[in-house]
T-cell receptor, first 115, second 115 residues
């Protein structure tokens, strides 16, 4: 079965704090892809990153970084020095052959950053 | 600008009144999908299309129809809407199957309320 678990439903931080959003996935496929999307209060879904199962290198993009660990089936997302504009719902998603044509989304983590 | 557009963005209607939500992409993508987003349930795929005139059911197709007469357009049709179809709907497109790792790009969403 394909599954994505985001155990943190809501996180609240104060500006400039670092925050890590957890994502744990399940799949039996050896080739799969992991994604993070951001949904700001305006409602659209914004693509942040894609990772394939063969590339375990961590990725950094500005204040964002991602830690992919196959050993623990996790693909965690860290925001460094959070800002109010980071307030959003963040979704982790999985695609794999057995998942067919759909992205399998986690339930999302709502991040609130206060000033 | 590469984008997926949806119209309308907001719609309030009554039970049984047929409606169509349009979706268009300008990236020449072959794959297009419709998802619905509900609190506590995350995003679930309704229908997808692999190319013109090729469509198939996703996880929650009941009560919906789609068509793909042109590559760029993928309308979602609710022939007799019911209150349980009140939801936030997203159209998405990608160059090829997400199971091959392609990124799905999402439209801005359509918030539908069925009274």
């Amino acid at each position: 079965a394909q599954k994505v678990t985001q155990a943190q439903t809501e996180i609240s931080v104060v500006e400039k704090e670092d925050v890590t959003l957890d994502c744990v996935y399940e799949t039996r496929d050896t080739t799969y892809y992991l994604f993070w999307y951001k949904q700001p209060p305006s409602g659209e879904l914004v693509f942040l990153i894609r990772r394939n199962s063969f590339d375990e290198q961590n990725e950094i993009s500005g204040r964002y970084s991602w830690n992919f660990q196959k050993s623990t089936s996790s693909f965690n997302f860290t925001i460094t020095a959070s800002q109010v504009v980071d307030s959003a719902v963040y979704f982790c998603a999985l695609s794999a052959n057995q998942a067919g044509t759909a992205l399998i989304f986690g339930k999302g983590t709502t991040l609130s950053v206060s000033s | 600008e590469a984008q997926v557009t949806q119209n309308p963005r907001y719609l309030i209607t009554v039970t049984g009144k047929k409606l169509t939500v349009t979706c268009s992409q300008n990236m020449n993508h072959e794959y297009m999908s419709w998802y619905r987003q509900d609190p506590g349930l995350g995003l679930r795929q309704i229908y997808y299309s692999m190319n013109v005139e090729v469509t198939d059911k996703g996880d929650v197709p009941e009560g919906y129809k789609v068509s793909r007469k042109e590559k760029r357009n993928f309308p979602l049709i609710l022939e007799s809407p019911s209150p349980n179809q009140t939801s936030l709907y997203f159209c998405a497109s990608s160059s090829y199957r997400v199971s091959r790792g392609d990124t799905q790009y999402f439209g801005p969403g359509t918030r539908l309320t069925v009274l």
